[in-house]
């Protein structure tokens, strides 16, 4: 797993000193990463000199045993008062203070609402490490008796690198999935069948804890389907990747945090929904003793009741001069069946060795029906030929990830070496099956009225890396490392006219090495370079078993990084950064197999696609005032040797025309574009925010035959608005809105789509339980249209899809057993592939003063 680090030291430092002004919607303790060191509640002196000794302890309110998030710890001199540290306490109510001198100190906790207690220590030699253990806080009772103070944490965070969307605070996720939690991040856009892009492009990876997984090299949007909304604690968002990461992810990377116990004792969670599109039922126990943890869970999903319709008509013309004309329409009904389950296994070791490991198992199950198929095609306007037939397309795959890590880490802070190794395999059947209805009789007994395809693969990766880093004074900090990525894929495919497989073998070595550096007057830079060699051997075997080999030749490739940032007066933050990243094609994109489920829309691989190269350009702008958040980001970015597909006018075996889209290393792509978003928290129930995602796009494929030459180039903008509030006695409500406009495509425009949704939930016995009810697209109940088009000089498509969404359902969650707290660990590094085309990039730095959170990318075009 790839670890994402700070970029930059001053910027952990401002984001947590947000967090001591707004305790109650801090940018600053949350993550899904390393161990943030606290800093010094403002106001606070630092005038005693330092020393080497560390004080830790847990906050927790003594009537609710739960954490008591960001609440402020001062230390002071014992002998005059006079303030020493100061820290802020994360959202398990942990904190800690580091750096300290020996002598006796006072340690002071409060928080609005409870009363302050004072915890007298004493720092005898400058090596102590003081645990406090859990220091429980009184409710206040002499004021304020009839009022309930609520505070709300920000569903949105900025770190140093990245946008955190902290999903568990949003409680119209529940009985959703990762697709639907998706949908609310800034930057990514989600279309209605899970496709995922990031500032327009969907050349992203998608980590699940900083870890790759072949299910999502495989299918992002199906994988999205296999991980429960409930388990989902934040999604990360990194545009700026240093060259500490995988140089894959021409856009970025998108990582998924599930939630995790790092608590003593033994829990049990039980989550289900119900409602008349589907359902879902999760069940997830923590053990925790000592230095030693466990975690087993499964979750189970049925999606069922999606229907829809969609109609198609296609114009086609000849080098004879014929124009053909193919219209269809049909009723769609999807269904499915997703699994996952997992079991964890962590153990510090002592102070400075751990270890982590883990295994996770998943199983799809997709069925696709498109009932009573009309294709009737016209010849100069004439009815040439018509019939009916039923099809049905079956996607079936399971899925092993195997994770073991190794960290040790040194006296001096920060300095730790890390080895981590990954097994990852997916097999998958992707299957269809034509019955035509309208056939004679005659040819019904000869079996002529049953179209078949059978297409068995499997993708396989073993992963093994090894990182140190080091940092050399105050102010800078080196990092580097080797990584090895051998990857097996083999497709084989049955079809009438068209049997053979395809055997791809690809195997990548990686170092890398890089650099921070920071300044008294708030600069940062952090460089670095990456080189990649990768090896490839390829054979494709055709119809009778003749075997032959895809000359694919090796190659280097260099990708360089820089971050530069400065921080303002005033809270604000400004940021360039400059990137160039590699996209390989993922097996999507090689598989020869031709899918020809709709007999008038084929698909087709192309094994002999070479990887694609990207420069992003970005530039961002992040301020803070009152209770308010706001970041800006222009961003250009450029791709050459894009992979794009490539529609052209055929016939089939039968000499029925038929359009096939296939794909080429023949493009161009530029885009240039804008972000913006913002976040306030009114009041200590409200909370509103929202933002836009605008870019223009420049398209060619630099076809030279001009029948097969296209550009294209316009605006794609997309907003989205949520909303919260608290009510008294656990009682909340949340709303969500999405509106993505017509999206630019080589050779046509795609229709835009909207989505929203209202959620209310009640808590009860302390938290401990909760259900809710919620609604999604209810003022559309006949479902949304959605029209494109493809228009060429051979070529001209005009489509129709309507999607039924309308859904209501009720969600009930219930958590047993009791846990009391303990250090949280230092997370762990581990293995992170971040190189197929289908997924996407890498991320994240960390400054040598202070460190903070990680994470990480998607789906072809």
Not at 1 to 20: D, E, H, P, Q, R
Not at 34 to 39: A, K, L, M
Not at 155 to 160: A, S, T
Not at 662 to 684: H, P, Q, R, T
Request: glycine share 10%; proline share 3%.
């Amino acid at each position: 797993m790839k670890k994402v680090l700070l970029l930059l030291t001053f910027l952990s430092f401002y984001a947590n000193s947000i967090s001591a002004q707004f305790p109650m919607g801090g940018m600053g303790g949350m993550g899904g990463g390393r161990r943030t060191e606290q800093t010094a509640i403002p106001g606070t002196a630092q005038a005693t000199p330092k020393g080497s000794a560390k004080i830790t302890g847990y906050v927790i309110d003594s009537a609710a045993s739960q954490a008591v998030e960001y609440a402020s710890v001062a230390l002071m001199n014992k002998a005059d008062k006079k303030p020493v540290d100061g820290a802020i306490c994360d959202d398990k109510g942990k904190f800690s203070l580091t750096k300290i001198a020996t002598g006796e100190y006072i340690l002071s906790i409060s928080f609005m609402g409870f009363q302050s207690k004072k915890v007298e220590v004493k720092i005898v030699n400058k090596n102590d490490e003081i645990d406090l253990g859990v220091i429980k806080l009184n409710p206040s009772t002499q004021v304020l008796q009839e009022v309930t103070v609520e505070g709300q944490r920000s569903l949105m965070e900025d770190k140093v690198d990245r946008m955190v969307y902290n999903a568990e605070k949003d409680a119209s996720n529940k009985g959703g999935d990762g697709a639907d939690v998706l949908r609310k991040v800034p930057s990514l856009t989600v279309d209605l069948d899970g496709n995922v892009s990031l500032r327009g492009s969907q050349n992203v990876r998608v980590l699940i804890n900083n870890k790759p997984s072949t299910i999502i090299a495989s299918s992002v949007a199906d994988a999205l389907k296999q991980i429960p909304a409930d388990m989902i604690k934040s999604v990360e968002v990194i545009t700026s990747p240093s060259a500490k990461y995988d140089a894959e992810g021409s856009s970025g990377i998108i990582n998924i945090i599930t939630k995790k116990n790092t608590l003593q004792g033994l829990t049990l969670n039980l989550d289900t929904s119900v409602g008349i599109r589907g359902g879902n039922l999760s069940l997830n126990g923590n053990y925790r003793r000592g230095n030693m943890g466990f975690s087993l869970g499964g979750f189970g999903r049925a999606n069922y009741n999606v229907n829809g319709r969609f109609e198609n008509n296609q114009i086609t013309t000849g080098t004879d001069g014929v124009k053909t004309t193919n219209n269809q329409s049909a009723e769609t009904r999807n269904s499915g069946l997703f699994g996952n389950y997992q079991l964890g296994w962590d153990w510090d070791i002592n102070k400075t060795n751990s270890i982590t490991a883990s295994v996770r198992l998943g199983a799809r199950n997709q069925s696709s029906f498109q009932d009573g198929l009309l294709s009737q095609i016209y010849r100069n306007n004439l009815l040439s030929s018509s019939t009916t037939r039923n099809v049905e397309s079956l996607d079936n795959s399971n899925n092993v990830d195997a994770n073991f890590d190794y960290t040790h880490t040194f006296k001096k802070p920060q300095q730790e070496f890390t080895l981590s190794g990954q097994f990852s395999r997916n097999n998958r059947n992707n299957n269809f099956t034509n019955t035509i209805l309208n056939l004679p009789d005659s040819l019904v007994n000869l079996g002529q009225n049953i179209i078949s395809n059978t297409n068995p693969s499997y993708n396989q990766e073993s992963t093994v890396q090894a990182d140190y880093q080091t940092p050399i004074g105050k102010t800078q900090m080196i990092e580097f490392g080797g990584k090895g990525i051998f990857r097996k894929v083999n497709s084989v495919f049955r079809q009438l006219g068209n049997n053979g497989s395809l055997d791809y073998d690809q195997n990548i070595a990686a170092s890398y090495f890089s650099y921070t550096l920071t300044t008294k007057k708030k600069y940062s830079l952090k460089v670095g370079g990456r080189y990649e060699y990768t090896n490839i051997d390829a054979t494709q075997t055709s119809e009778g078993g003749v075997a032959q080999n895809i000359d694919i030749a090796d190659y280097g490739t260099f990708v360089p990084s820089i971050n530069l940032s400065k921080s303002l007066k005033g809270g604000t933050t400004l940021k360039i950064a400059y990137n160039r990243r590699i996209q390989r094609p993922s097996l999507q994109f090689l598989n020869p197999n031709r899918n020809a489920s709709n007999p008038s829309n084929v698909t087709e691989g192309n094994p002999n696609l070479a990887p694609e190269f990207t420069n992003n350009y970005e530039f961002t702008i992040n301020t803070f005032f009152k209770n308010t958040f706001l970041t800006t980001a222009l961003f250009m970015r450029n791709t050459t040797g894009g992979i794009q597909s490539v529609r052209t006018s055929t016939t089939d075996a039968q000499g029925r025309p038929i359009i096939l889209t296939n794909f080429f290393n023949i493009g161009n792509e530029d885009a240039y574009g804008m972000n913006l978003f913002g976040n306030v928290n009114i009041s200590n129930k409200l909370q509103l925010g929202g933002g836009t995602d605008v870019y223009y796009t420049v398209l060619k494929n630099n076809n030279p035959n001009p029948l097969y030459n296209a550009s294209n180039q316009g605006w794609v903008a997309s907003f989205r608005l949520f909303g919260s509030y608290n009510l008294a006695k656990g009682w909340g409500l949340q709303t969500f809105a999405f509106y993505r406009g017509n999206q630019v495509q080589l050779q046509g425009n795609q229709g835009g789509f909207a989505m929203y949704s209202l959620s209310v939930k009640k808590d009860f016995l302390n938290k401990k339980g909760s259900i809710g009810f919620g609604a999604e697209n209810f003022f559309t109940p006949n479902g949304f249209v959605i029209k494109s088009n493809v228009d060429s000089p051979t070529i001209m498509q005009n489509s129709t899809t309507t999607l039924r969404n309308m859904n209501f359902k009720i969600n009930f969650s219930y958590r047993i057993g009791k846990m009391t707290f303990t250090e949280t660990k230092k997370k762990k590094k581990s293995v992170n592939n971040d190189d197929l085309k289908d997924g996407g990039g890498d991320g994240g730095q960390q400054a040598p003063a202070q460190s903070a959170p990680t994470g990480g990318g998607g789906r072809p075009r």
